[in-house]
């Protein structure tokens, strides 16, 4: 029996975030702690996520959210096999602060240091959540991303299309504050849209002419604004059953839009897959659940298996970053003290 316990620290935009991730031989693993630290209490006065605020609040609160997630798992430092960390892609000096502080642990303990790409971190989770295998198709839909990967290994996906501006979660950040609702808007539109009439307004469809994965979706933040100010001049003001209606239409068009693209990706992945049909969606976006029952029905039409892990592992957490970091290291890879924080990094 091989029993791997691992740290995990995340700090690439807006949540400080530390967990223990422990796996037995090759069942499914266990998430022993998993603490994280909003913080858009400290950025909601600038209608965005400030870098500079973020780096000052992940190294203030890094050092006790490890000690928070440390303490919940039971275990001590000692009792550790390795500590993964986000290396990349995101905000610099949040990432940074994350990379020194596991540097630093590294250094004290003589522990194996383990750079994690973000992304593998949200494309891995549902091997976290479901134990399911090599491969599958898997939809990545975040804040700062939109793609159609397939998973073969830990290091190794192959990217059939994603987004040409704007990621989903970024329109829904946008049309929150077009509508003056609360970040992140998200959670914000979901709830407005859940009494709107998604027919009201017509939003537009992008892409769905174009045979290839690639989406866009800066195009409906423009109708949006458009559409707003007809109703809005009139009578000098939205009601709350326009801004509802607005953020179903505008909902409605995303959910269309991902479902006509998965329904290609699923093809293509299909040809060279056909023995696991196999769908997983992962980051911040995933937590919709218009969007998540969309996929499942676009699944089930096409014989396809459909998972997406709980919404507290969807959004950005530290289970996600020492789950990858387990896996790389059970597969032989770890990193050295030159282990460095890259703002770009694409898998
Ligand atoms: O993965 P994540 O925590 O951070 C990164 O971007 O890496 O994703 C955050 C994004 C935000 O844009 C947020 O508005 C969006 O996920 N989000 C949602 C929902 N919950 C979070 N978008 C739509 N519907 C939701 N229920
Ligand atoms: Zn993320």
């Known amino acids: ?13 807006d949540d400080t975030a530390a967990a223990v991730v422990r796996q037995v031989d090759s069942t499914l693993p266990e998430v022993l702690s998993s603490i994280v630290f ?34 919940a798992s039971r275990q001590k430092l000692n009792e550790l096999d390795a500590i993964a960390v986000t290396a990349g892609p995101g905000l610099i000096g949040g990432v940074m602060s994350g990379v020194m502080c596991a ?7 003589g522990l194996p240091l383990i750079g994690v790409n973000h992304l593998a971190g949200h494309a891995l989770t549902p091997r976290l959540t479901d134990g399911i295998s090599y491969p599958y198709l ?36 946008k049309t929150a504050r077009l509508l003056g609702l609360p970040q992140p808007g998200g959670p914000a539109v979901q709830a407005e849209a859940a009494f709107g009439d998604p027919k009201r307004f017509r939003f537009p469809r992008p892409m769905l002419d174009r045979p290839d994965c690639n989406l866009s979706f800066s195009g409906l933040k423009t109708a949006l604004m458009r559409m707003r100010d007809q109703v809005a001049a009139p009578k000098g003001g939205l009601t709350r059953q326009d801004r509802a209606d607005l953020c179903a239409g505008f909902q409605a068009a995303v959910v ?3 479902a006509a693209k998965t329904r290609r990706a699923m ?5 060279e897959n ?26 089930t039409e096409m014989g396809a298996f459909f998972t997406a892990p709980p919404l507290e592992l969807c959004t950005d957490n530290a289970a996600m970053i020492a789950y990858a970091g387990l896996e790389r290291f059970k597969a032989g890879s770890s990193d050295g003290m030159d282990l460095t924080a890259r703002p770009r990094w694409p898998l």
């Open 138 to 173: 898997i939809l990545l839909v975040s804040g700062g991303h939109c793609q159609y990967l397939i998973a073969r290994g830990p290091d190794d996906f192959t990217r059939l299309g994603g987004t040409i501006d704007d990621a989903p979660g970024e329109a829904f950040d």
């Open 256 to 258: 269309d839009v991902l």
């Open 274 to 299: 056909p023995a696991t049909p196999t769908l997983a969606v992962a980051g911040g976006v995933a937590a919709n659940t218009a969007i998540r029952s969309k996929l499942e029905t676009v699944c």
């Open 38 to 71: 909003g913080q858009s209490e400290l950025h909601n006065a600038y209608g965005g996520v400030v870098p500079e605020i973020a780096a000052r609040a992940h190294a203030e609160k890094l050092d006790i959210c490890v000690r928070q997630a440390l303490d």
């Open 1 to 13: 029996t091989r029993t791997l316990t691992i740290l995990g620290i995340e700090s690439s935009c």
């Open 267 to 271: 093809s293509l992945y299909l040809l």
């Open 103 to 109: 540097k630093g642990i590294s250094a004290a303990t």
